[in-house]
């Protein structure tokens, strides 16, 4: 389809639409995901209002889920973990089937993250980490099996390829072999990992991040064998997000920025001050300014790099995630609405 006739396409379905073409749908508007200690909602309105996806009676419906602790959106994939179980949307969070109901072992819940193959065409392999450890499937979550990771939770899962890293109550740990073995290194405090941030070049520049209990952030440039302390020290850091240059840390005390690979950090201010969760910048690296950062007291909306901050609707329950559709930086159209 050329450029102009895809474009007045566009314009005549309007904000929110889906345009059909030969090889599927494609997104013009981008959606917001928060999921909640009740389950999940969603924004088609930049944050403005939400609304609940679970709890109707409909076919194809998102059933209950109870708390939503991921959303991973992949090309036009929506993956939710959940403690209900793991569950999938292939046409952009409208209906709704749920995974790893075939085979010798069903994926009941909890299920703490979920972790699709980039490129789920070509390649159908889907980790999902529960309480009881890590599971892999190789048939896009129609059935699934055990790893070698068991007896652990599982609450974090990078993949950059061809390493999975997985945070574990074991610690931070990284397979090299699709997850037929893991191993550990040193440096890193005792107890579960609450982050985790993985360098986007992990192959050629091994350099990740991550933070346990109250100890502040630990960098590790070789990964994941030998972690040293990079500070906030004292703080309890929920969340590392790694945009560029730029270091983010979402902790009890509030947002923290580092621009020096985590040498020295500043807090943010006004509403970044409150203590948070989640952070994500749904329009990224096409825009890396548009910031949305879940606290304790509601999600907040930054339009320019963190300088000036507002609320973003309100929730019913506090929120565990934040995720978009699509997902930053994969899909080739994004429309802020």
Same mark, same amino acid.
């Given at each position: ?34 999921? #909640?200690? #009740? ?18 009676? $409909? ?9 939503? *602790? ?59 980490? #529960? ?36 945070? #574990? ?35 050629? $520049? ?94 907040? *909306? ?5 300088? *000036? ?29």
């Amino acid at each position: 389809m050329a450029a102009a006739a895809l474009l007045a396409a566009i314009a005549a379905l309007g904000a929110g639409g889906v345009l059909a073409q030969e090889r599927g749908p494609v997104v013009t508007s981008l959606t917001l995901f928060a999921g #909640t200690r #009740t389950g999940l909602w969603r924004s088609s309105d930049w944050g403005g209002k939400w609304e609940r996806v679970s709890g109707r009676t $409909d076919n194809g419906a998102l059933p209950e889920t109870g708390a939503v *602790h991921a959303v991973v959106a992949v090309m036009r994939r929506v993956y939710v973990a959940a403690d209900g179980g793991l569950f999938l949307s292939e046409d952009f969070g409208q209906t709704w089937t749920r995974l790893g109901t075939e085979g010798e072992t069903r994926v009941s819940g909890p299920v703490h993250c979920v972790m699709p193959s980039r490129y789920p065409q070509a390649d159908p392999t889907v980790f999902a980490g #529960t309480a009881s450890g890590l599971l892999k499937s190789v048939d896009g979550g129609k059935t699934f099996a055990p790893t070698v990771l068991r007896g652990t939770d599982v609450m974090r899962l990078e993949w950059p390829g061809p390493a999975l890293v997985a945070a #574990t109550g074991h610690g931070v740990l990284v397979s090299n072999d699709g997850g037929s073995t893991f191993s550990a290194g040193t440096g890193l405090p005792e107890g579960p990992p609450q982050a985790l941030a993985v360098s986007s070049f992990f192959a050629r $520049d091994p350099v990740l991040f991550s933070a346990v209990g109250r100890a502040g952030v630990f960098r590790s440039g070789d990964g994941a064998r030998t972690w040293d302390p990079s500070g906030l020290e004292g703080k309890s850091v929920r969340d590392l997000v790694w945009l560029g240059p730029i270091l983010y840390a979402a902790t009890d005390e509030g947002l923290f920025r580092s621009d020096d690979a985590a040498r020295t950090w500043t807090l943010g201010s006004g509403l970044a001050a409150r203590p948070a969760l989640r952070l994500i910048f749904p329009l990224a690296p096409d825009s890396g300014l548009e910031a949305f950062l879940a606290t304790e007291s509601g999600i907040v *909306h930054t339009p320019d790099g963190g300088a *000036h901050w507002k609320e973003a609707g309100v929730l019913e329950d506090r929120v565990l995630c934040l995720a978009t559709f699509p997902a930053p930086g994969r899909e080739p159209m994004r429309k802020r609405r």
